[in-house]
């Protein structure tokens, strides 16, 4: 059975940084994409970033860009997302998802949704 559980939400200060983790088990890592998604109420949902097992290439959002890195820990099965400098507007529930890809990761990762399996998703809250 997949699985990916999500971990490391909360209530963040605006400035801030937050790690959020995804450990994933059940299925092969060895060539697959992992992607982070976000959405807050009322909002669509958001890809902010995404990770190339087979090769560690890794795509952002032009939203956290800059100051979000993206990781893979293959021993571990798990993939990290740090967020610095935290924004409100990076509120909502965080999920991650995995499906299976060959070569570098492209930006349609995260502007798509076409991911096999889906965590449930850890809520992140900014204070102002």
């Known amino acids: 059975q997949v699985q990916l559980v999500e971990s490391g939400g909360g209530l963040v200060q605006a400035g801030g940084s937050l790690r959020l983790s995804c450990a994933i088990s059940g299925i092969s890592l060895d060539s697959t994409a992992i992607g982070w998604f976000r959405q807050a109420p009322g909002k669509k949902r958001e890809g902010v970033a995404c990770?190339?097992?087979?090769?560690?290439?890794?795509v952002y959002a032009d939203s956290v860009k800059g100051r979000s890195t993206i990781t893979f820990d293959n021993a571990k099965k798990t993939v990290n997302l740090d967020i610095d400098i935290l924004k409100p507007e990076d509120a909502g529930t965080y999920s991650c998802?995995?499906?299976?890809?060959?070569?570098?990761?492209?930006?349609?990762?995260?502007?798509?949704?076409?991911?096999?399996?889906w965590g449930r998703g850890t809520q992140v809250a900014v204070s102002s």
């Open positions: 998802a995995t499906r299976p890809w060959y070569g570098p990761v492209r930006r349609d990762l995260i502007t798509t949704y076409s991911y096999e399996f």
């Open positions: 990770i190339g097992t087979g090769d560690g290439s890794t």
